[in-house]
């Protein structure tokens, strides 16, 4: 079956129908990842978005349930090169074309992923059609006319709408180990020091995981929850999750979180970093492209040591705009913007992303918090 993809400014793309037959429109985004397209796919954070991945060929691993980063696709459709009709992991439950029909998740293949990702880092961020239903000139009037994530408060609509203490499976994936006797693909845990309140703004499964790894005990929030209602739960610290659409939409949550500062250690992970400095009082710019890979260098400004990160963000903090005593901690390399704030006053920091690899904890500066309260 043909499939159109339709840029606001008239450009078209076809290919073969993927998935999900239909239409469906949302911003055009691309992301540079060689692998993850899983993980990629249901990330919260895709919310409202087409996502184009360049990277010639995907599925060549199938789909492995346990690694969704949510319970299933958040991006409204997927483009790419080429599916594979082969998976090849041990690990996969199910073929990546049939998990898209399963989720009524529409997708395209035969698109030239790297001529679009040129075009909107020319032309910057442009909203965006994709249908097995309609002509070339009608699905460019339906991206015309599509939601833009320009004043979008998406992250409520991803949000889980009641508490729950995360209890997922959270040990780290290792090898086994038959000379030990251990044939075990999972290591140990570490044990609960602190307790901490995520407020899910469109949080990630690893995320969970990965604070539970470092010895955290997780109560997952409403993104509306109040600043009292998360007092209840009598945190050691607050953890603000990333997620999709503007962050100065998010009026109400940036209001909870200001009412919060310097009440607990509070830290803020992509849009909960964004959150968390225009609560701060700063505020925040649009990128023209916006930053999604897995190989984007960001400095940490403290030790002049340059990280290989995984950011996914269509905002910015403005650098000028923090207020005294708010710092720009880390910087994305590609084009300077702000990918790191402490306030050490406040008890607050962020980052936008999360390292591609880590030593000994994920989010060591926020455990350094809780622990200096204690």
């Given at each position: 079956m043909k499939a159109i993809l339709a840029l606001e400014d008239g450009t078209i793309f076809e290919g073969t129908s993927i998935g999900a037959a239909g239409t469906v429109t949302g911003e055009a985004c691309f992301n540079t990842a060689v692998m993850g397209y899983q993980e990629i796919l249901t990330d919260p954070a895709y919310c409202g978005q087409i996502l184009a991945m360049t990277y010639p060929l995907i599925g060549n691993y199938g789909i492995v349930d346990e690694d969704n980063e949510s319970t299933g696709p958040k991006a409204a459709a997927i483009v790419m090169g080429e599916l594979s009709n082969l998976h090849s992991s041990w690990r996969a439950d199910s073929p990546m074309g049939e998990w898209l029909k399963q989720h009524n998740t529409l997708g395209v293949e035969g698109v030239d992923t790297r001529k679009l990702a040129r075009h909107l880092r020319i032309n910057g961020a442009m909203r965006a059609c994709l249908t097995t239903e309609l002509n070339a000139e009608a699905a460019v009037a339906q991206a015309k006319t599509a939601a833009s994530l320009n004043g979008a408060a998406l992250a409520t609509q991803v949000s889980t709408t009641s508490a729950y203490a995360w209890s997922g499976e959270s040990r780290p994936w290792k090898l086994p180990n038959k000379t030990a006797g251990d044939m075990s693909n999972y290591g140990t845990?570490?044990?609960?020091?602190?307790?901490?309140?995520?407020?899910?703004?469109?949080?990630?499964?690893?995320?969970?995981?990965?604070?539970?790894?470092?010895?955290?005990?997780?109560?997952?929030?409403?993104?509306t929850s109040t600043a009292d209602e998360i007092l209840a739960q009598n945190p050691d610290g607050l953890f603000l999750s990333s997620g999709p659409g503007d962050p100065a939409a998010l009026t109400g949550i940036i209001d909870t979180v200001k009412a919060l500062l310097g009440k607990l250690p509070i830290f803020g992970l992509g849009l909960g970093m964004e959150i968390l400095g225009l609560a701060l009082g700063g505020s925040v710019e649009r990128l023209k492209f916006g930053h999604r890979g897995a190989n984007q260098?960001?400095?940490?400004?403290?030790?002049?040591?340059?990280?290989?990160?995984?950011?996914?963000?269509?905002?910015?903090?403005?650098?000028?705009?923090?207020?005294?005593?708010?710092?720009?901690?880390?910087?994305?390399?590609?084009?300077?913007?702000?990918?790191?704030?402490?306030c050490a006053e406040q008890k607050a920091a962020g980052l936008e992303y999360t390292p591609e690899a880590k030593n000994g904890c994920t989010f060591c500066t926020f455990l350094s918090m809780i622990k200096a309260d204690k």
């Amino acid at each position: 079956m043909k499939a159109i993809l339709a840029l606001e400014d008239g450009t078209i793309f076809e290919g073969t129908s993927i998935g999900a037959a239909g239409t469906v429109t949302g911003e055009a985004c691309f992301n540079t990842a060689v692998m993850g397209y899983q993980e990629i796919l249901t990330d919260p954070a895709y919310c409202g978005q087409i996502l184009a991945m360049t990277y010639p060929l995907i599925g060549n691993y199938g789909i492995v349930d346990e690694d969704n980063e949510s319970t299933g696709p958040k991006a409204a459709a997927i483009v790419m090169g080429e599916l594979s009709n082969l998976h090849s992991s041990w690990r996969a439950d199910s073929p990546m074309g049939e998990w898209l029909k399963q989720h009524n998740t529409l997708g395209v293949e035969g698109v030239d992923t790297r001529k679009l990702a040129r075009h909107l880092r020319i032309n910057g961020a442009m909203r965006a059609c994709l249908t097995t239903e309609l002509n070339a000139e009608a699905a460019v009037a339906q991206a015309k006319t599509a939601a833009s994530l320009n004043g979008a408060a998406l992250a409520t609509q991803v949000s889980t709408t009641s508490a729950y203490a995360w209890s997922g499976e959270s040990r780290p994936w290792k090898l086994p180990n038959k000379t030990a006797g251990d044939m075990s693909n999972y290591g140990t845990l570490a044990p609960i020091c602190c307790k901490v309140a995520v407020l899910d703004l469109g949080v990630k499964t690893s995320t969970l995981r990965a604070l539970r790894q470092d010895g955290c005990e997780v109560t997952v929030l409403p993104a509306t929850s109040t600043a009292d209602e998360i007092l209840a739960q009598n945190p050691d610290g607050l953890f603000l999750s990333s997620g999709p659409g503007d962050p100065a939409a998010l009026t109400g949550i940036i209001d909870t979180v200001k009412a919060l500062l310097g009440k607990l250690p509070i830290f803020g992970l992509g849009l909960g970093m964004e959150i968390l400095g225009l609560a701060l009082g700063g505020s925040v710019e649009r990128l023209k492209f916006g930053h999604r890979g897995a190989n984007q260098p960001s400095k940490d400004l403290s030790t002049g040591k340059v990280e290989i990160t995984a950011p996914n963000q269509n905002f910015a903090l403005v650098a000028a705009s923090l207020p005294a005593g708010a710092e720009v901690t880390h910087l994305n390399l590609n084009d300077d913007s702000v990918a790191g704030i402490l306030c050490a006053e406040q008890k607050a920091a962020g980052l936008e992303y999360t390292p591609e690899a880590k030593n000994g904890c994920t989010f060591c500066t926020f455990l350094s918090m809780i622990k200096a309260d204690k």
